[in-house]
T-cell receptor, first 112, second 113 residues
Framework: QKEVEQNSGPLSVPEGAIASLNCTYS??????FFWYRQYSGKSPELIMF????GDKEDGRFTAQLNKASQYVSLLIRDSQPSDSATYLC????????????FGKGTMLLVSP | EPEVTQTPSHQVTQMGQEVILRCVPI?????FYWYRQILGQKVEFLVS????????KSEIFDDQFSVERPDGSNFTLKIRSTKLEDSAMYFC???????????FGPGTRLTVT
């Protein structure tokens, strides 16, 4: 069964620190990788996507992809209390289809 | 900034009743999706829709479920005879032809009593 795995957390970091969130996936043929932020009771909000090996930076966020290790991560620099949320890793596992398979999410808590 | 909208925000229904959840995808998007999230669990794919037909569906999407694009803007999910286990948040998502990124609506909380 195709899976996306995340540590459920919570991951606690102080304000201003770097938060590192990790995700592994089972299907080596996976094509596209996404990070969504979900506040309690709200819908997933797309914050980063990455398609190629390496790093992709957008403001305080950096997504890192290593297809050989089947590993994708999200770094949040200068973490703020407003970053406290559950971060969902989602993977497009099937070539030619765009269905997303989600992990259970990692809860991030940023303390002031 | 364009966004996906969904109505109603909360729907309460009795077991065995039919419900229709409505979505208005982002206007220039061509691919539409329904996902659901049972409380405390992960987001699960239900169905994808393109060019007026289902392109993929999950095991969850059985004969009790159907989707329709009745006009140029709306995209609906119908559950024919609701069960207690259908209680969940239902999210509509859409994406453009150009990219793989899917944008989610605010969701409909369905409560089946």
């Amino acid at each position: 069964q195709k899976e996306v795995e995340q540590n459920s957390g919570p991951l606690s970091v102080p304000e201003g620190a770097i938060a590192s969130l990790n995700c592994t996936y089972s299907d080596r043929g996976s094509q596209s990788f996404f990070w969504y932020r979900q506040y309690s009771g709200k819908s997933p909000e797309l914050i980063m996507f990455i398609y190629s090996n390496g790093d992709k930076e957008d403001g305080r966020f950096t997504a890192q992809l290593n297809k050989a290790s089947q590993y994708v991560s999200l770094l949040i620099r200068d973490s703020q209390p407003s970053d406290s949320a559950t971060y969902l890793c989602a993977v497009n596992m099937r070539s030619g289809y765009s269905t997303l398979t989600f992990g259970k999410g990692t809860m991030l808590l940023v303390s002031p | 900034e364009p966004e996906v909208t969904q109505t109603p925000s909360h729907q309460v229904t009795q077991m065995g009743q039919e419900v229709i959840l409505r979505c208005v995808p982002i206007s220039n998007h061509l691919y539409f999706y329904w996902y659901r999230q049972i409380l405390g669990q992960k987001v699960e794919f239900l169905v994808s829709f393109y060019n007026n037909e289902i392109s993929e569906k999950s095991e969850i999407f059985d004969d009790q479920f159907s989707v329709e694009r009745p006009d140029g803007s709306n995209f609906t999910l119908k559950i024919r005879s609701t069960k207690l286990e259908d209680s969940a948040m239902y999210f509509c998502a859409s994406r453009s032809q150009a990219g793989a990124e899917q944008y989610f609506g605010p969701g409909t909380r369905l409560t089946v009593t």
